[in-house]
């Protein structure tokens, strides 16, 4: 059975397309993509996460860890507080993961 976050009757009485995801059943999409994106572009938009991990980063380097590893700077950061990153480029270029 798929893991339901705390948000799914939200997304399922709001009308959400469901989908299998990492083992969740999570919405994709309400409206459609383009209805979506001018929603977002003309007023706000909100991804829930509640799906997602929790890291804990600790220790006597873990600021030198943290800014080794993610794109942002991990020492603008204050203890407890987060931001929204990506893991390190690959060696392409590319993204490797939103973290």
């Not at 397309?17 to 083992?23: D, H, I, M, P």
């Not at 600021?63 to 507080?81: K, M, P, Q, W």
């Amino acid at each position: 059975m798929l893991k339901r976050n705390a948000l799914y009757e939200i997304h399922q009485s709001l009308g959400a397309k469901l989908v299998k995801f990492g083992g969740w059943e999570m919405p994709v999409q309400y409206s459609g993509i383009i209805g979506e994106h001018l929603a977002v572009r003309s007023g706000n938009g909100l991804f829930d996460i509640s799906h997602l991990g929790e890291i804990f980063v600790s220790g006597k380097d873990a600021r030198h860890f943290i800014n080794s590893v993610l794109a942002n700077d991990g020492t603008r950061l204050d203890v407890g507080e987060k931001q929204y990153t990506s893991l390190s480029c690959n060696d392409s270029g590319g993204v490797i993961n939103d973290m």
